[in-house]
Every structure is written in C-alpha cells, then in structure tokens.
C-alpha cells in the first residue's frame, strides 16, 4: 500500500513537472517567423530590425550603441526609493529630453535623443520601453556583453526628471554612493553599473577631443576598463585637465575623476578590483564572467526602476544574442604590475602579459 501511495505521488511530481516544464518551454511562432515565449512580443521584432538597421548602422558597437546604454541609466536614475523625484525609467528624458537635456549631467545626450527620437515616433512605443529596449538591443551588438533583459509594458512618463538626479564625475564617492543607495543600488551594484564604461566615450569631458574613449577596447564589453583605471596616470589626452577629469595612463585615453576615486576608495575598491582579474585553478585571468552576470543582474533592476514589474511582459527573448567574444585581459604595451594603484589590501595584484612594443595611443571612436 505504501508502494503505491509513493508510486502514486512520484506520478504526481513527474506530470507536475512536466506541466511545469511545458510551461516553461512554452514558444510562440510569430507571423514574421520569429519565436518568442509571449506573442505580445512579436510586435517588437520589425522594431529590433529597424533599431539594428537604421539607429546602429547594422548592429554596430558604436557611439550609438554606447549613448543608448548611458540615456537608459540617466533615464532611470532619476528615480529615489523614497519618492519625490522622477519616475525612473520610464522615457522621461526621451520624452521630455527639452527639459532634461539641460540639465549639466546630461551634456551630450541630445546627440542621442535626438538620434532616437524619430525611430521612437514610428515605433509606437511608449518612451520607456523605446529607450530601454534601445539600450539593451544596442549593447548586444558589443562583443562580450550580456544579453540583457528587456520587459514590456511601460506606461507613458508623467513627468520630467528632476534636475541633480545623475551622478557627475565632479562628485565625490560619498556623494555619488549615496545618490545610489536613493535609487536603489548597493556599492557593489553601482561598480556592476560602471563596467558600462567599457564600451563609453566622451564628448563633452573635453569638448576639444571629442570620441575620447575610456579605455583601449571601447568597442567590447570586456574587463579591460577595470585594470586600465587602476593604472599609474601619465597624461591628460586634450587640453590639459578638465573637470571630472584625471591623469590617465595611454595617450588618447579618458579617466574620469569618478571612476578613479571609485577604484581607490575603501568602500568600492575591492569590487572595482575583483572586476578585473581572478585567480583561476593557480594562474590569473580577466573576470569577464563575475562582471557580465554582476552587470546584468544590476541592470534588470534599472531598468525598471519605478515600474510594476508584475504588471510588465518578459519579451528579453527579442533582445539579439551578443557575438561569442574570447576575453584576455592584457597590460597595454611598457606596463606591468608596479604600475598598478591597487587599493583592494585583500586581493594581491598578479602580474598579467604585457603587449609588446612602445605605449599606444588610443584611436577616438
Ligand atoms: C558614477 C556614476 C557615473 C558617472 C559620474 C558617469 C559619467 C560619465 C561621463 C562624464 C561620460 C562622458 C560624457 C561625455 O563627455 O560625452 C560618460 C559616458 C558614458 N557612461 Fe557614464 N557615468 C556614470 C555611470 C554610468 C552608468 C551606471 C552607466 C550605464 C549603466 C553609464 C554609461 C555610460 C556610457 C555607455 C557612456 C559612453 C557614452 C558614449 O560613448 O556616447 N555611466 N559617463
């Protein structure tokens, strides 16, 4: 009898899960041919396509790619856990990009506004799910990058941002950190939400180099932005120092002062290190892995700050597969260990493969 009654509730377990499983493998095939988990979802493929062909110039890497990713974070930052500032990522600053591209914070980011604003008219989007679908669509074309999540549903912005929401490289770490924790992030998440300036540049840091990236790999979602920070300052790439700006080590490279102080501060530093390398069996390598997972994990959360995500629709499926990337993390040429600031006392610094031949100078992109 008890055979039966544990035969009987292994049945039971088996279909469940098989009823479980059939849920979870549940495919939808679109009238374009695509296949989604959910066929509210079909309508965002032709938008994709338009996204890859028309904003990205044919799925590239490039400035766009980059601008989108940043207009996704200096979207939904304008959010606080606590309330009374704007509501997150929601499109605001596409929507209402008159307002809030004045804001200092935001210098540069009508290039992309205005870039995006006639595909978001045609996609008949709400502005949320436009930007937000953008950024992640945009940073798949990034060799090495996660696939990031994209969920549907986002109601039109009230309202603008408020102005004083996105953290300037002017700020210190305290400051900066605390902003943060208003919208939500731990210190661990917001280092997670900086490996987003391996595929970044600036424009208006110094208005006279404009395309002046942040490391020597602006164009793959890799590690190497991590180490480079970290690396003893020589120059500054343009006219001298300009505000939010430091020392950086390669010629025709930007550092900004936050990122700087964020690699050196107690609170952040070990993070900011842990990104770059690990020991691996009994020899180092990058940590591309612990940096994806970290900054996908991380931006799930942001971009849908503010939202109901219960009441949203998973569509991360219409999101593109980035390309396969083979990271290997490298000093750039006449740099090795001793040129390392490392602030991290608990994670001793290896030495790494150098590049040869003399110091390069990095190409604007
Ligand atoms: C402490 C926080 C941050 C500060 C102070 C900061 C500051 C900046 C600055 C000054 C620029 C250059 C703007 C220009 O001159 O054109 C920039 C670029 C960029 N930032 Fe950040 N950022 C922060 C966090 C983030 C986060 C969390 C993300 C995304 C999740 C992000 C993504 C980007 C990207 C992709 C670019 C390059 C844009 C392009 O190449 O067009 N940033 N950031």
């Given at each position: 009898?008890?055979?039966?009654?544990?035969?009987?509730?292994?049945?039971?377990?088996?279909?469940?899960?098989?009823?479980?499983?059939?849920?979870?493998?549940?495919?939808?095939?679109?009238?374009?041919?695509?296949?989604?988990?959910n066929?509210?979802?079909?309508?965002?493929?032709?938008?994709?396509?338009?996204?890859?062909?028309?904003?990205?110039?044919?799925?590239?890497?490039?400035?766009?790619?980059?601008?989108?990713?940043?207009?996704?974070?200096?979207?939904?930052?304008?959010?606080?856990?606590?309330?009374?500032?704007?509501?997150?990522?929601?499109?605001?600053?596409?929507?209402?990009?008159?307002?809030?591209?004045?804001?200092?914070?935001?210098?540069?980011?009508?290039?992309?506004?205005?870039?995006?604003?006639?595909?978001?008219?045609?996609?008949?989007?709400?502005?949320?799910?436009?930007?937000?679908?953008?950024?992640?669509?945009?940073?798949?074309?990034?060799?090495?990058?996660?696939?990031?999540?994209?969920?549907?549903?986002?109601?039109?912005?009230?309202?603008?941002?408020?102005?004083?929401?996105?953290?300037?490289?002017?700020?210190?770490?305290?400051?900066?950190l605390?902003?943060?924790?208003?919208?939500?992030?731990?210190?661990?998440e917001?280092?997670?939400?900086?490996?987003?300036?391996t595929?970044?540049?600036?424009?208006?840091?110094?208005?006279?180099?404009?395309?002046?990236?942040?490391?020597?790999?602006?164009?793959?979602?890799?590690?190497?932005?991590?180490?480079?920070?970290?690396?003893?300052?020589?120059?500054?790439?343009?006219?001298?120092?300009?505000?939010?700006?430091?020392?950086?080590p390669?010629?025709?490279?930007?550092?900004?002062?936050?990122?700087?102080?964020?690699?050196?501060?107690?609170?952040?530093?070990?993070?900011?290190?842990?990104?770059?390398?690990?020991?691996?069996?009994?020899?180092?390598?990058?940590?591309?892995?612990?940096?994806?997972t970290?900054?996908?994990?991380?931006?799930?959360?942001?971009q849908?700050?503010?939202?109901?995500?219960?009441?949203?629709?998973?569509c991360?499926?219409?999101?593109?597969?980035?390309?396969?990337?083979?990271?290997?993390?490298?000093?750039?040429?006449?740099?090795?260990?001793?040129?390392?600031?490392?602030?991290?006392?608990?994670?001793?610094?290896?030495?790494?493969?150098?590049?040869?031949?003399?110091?390069?100078?990095?190409?604007?992109?």
């Amino acid at each position: 009898m008890a055979f039966i009654r544990l035969v009987a509730s292994v049945s039971v377990v088996l279909v469940a899960s098989q009823v479980a499983n059939a849920a979870l493998t549940k495919r939808v095939t679109c009238a374009s041919g695509h296949v989604t988990t959910n066929r509210a979802c079909c309508a965002l493929f032709p938008i994709v396509d338009m996204l890859q062909e028309g904003l990205f110039d044919g799925n590239e890497c490039g400035e766009e790619a980059h601008s989108a990713l940043r207009l996704s974070f200096h979207d939904a930052i304008g959010f606080s856990v606590h309330g009374g500032k704007g509501g997150g990522a929601d499109g605001s600053i596409l929507a209402f990009n008159k307002t809030e591209n004045a804001f200092h914070a935001n210098g540069g980011i009508d290039d992309i506004t205005d870039g995006q604003f006639p595909f978001f008219l045609k996609s008949g989007l709400s502005a949320g799910d436009f930007v937000h679908l953008a950024a992640a669509v945009g940073t798949s074309n990034c060799p090495g990058a996660p696939r990031l999540e994209f969920m549907f549903g986002r109601p039109p912005p009230k309202a603008p941002a408020p102005d004083l929401t996105v953290p300037e490289p002017t700020d210190s770490v305290t400051k900066i950190l605390e902003r943060f924790a208003d919208a939500g992030f731990s210190p661990q998440e917001a280092i997670a939400l900086l490996s987003s300036h391996t595929i970044a540049a600036a424009d208006v840091v110094d208005v006279t180099i404009p395309g002046t990236p942040f490391d020597s790999t602006a164009g793959t979602f890799d590690t190497q932005v991590f180490l480079e920070v970290l690396l003893k300052g020589k120059q500054f790439p343009g006219n001298g120092s300009q505000p939010g700006e430091v020392l950086s080590p390669l010629a025709g490279e930007m550092r900004l002062q936050s990122d700087f102080r964020l690699s050196q501060d107690p609170r952040t530093a070990c993070f900011w290190q842990a990104m770059s390398i690990r020991l691996r069996y009994s020899y180092y390598t990058d940590n591309q892995q612990r940096m994806v997972t970290e900054f996908k994990a991380a931006m799930a959360k942001l971009q849908v700050l503010g939202q109901n995500r219960a009441k949203l629709i998973d569509c991360s499926d219409v999101v593109p597969v980035p390309k396969p990337f083979n990271s290997n993390i490298k000093f750039p040429a006449t740099f090795s260990r001793k040129d390392v600031q490392v602030a991290c006392p608990i994670l001793p610094f290896p030495n790494l493969a150098t590049v040869a031949g003399p110091a390069p100078t990095i190409p604007p992109v």
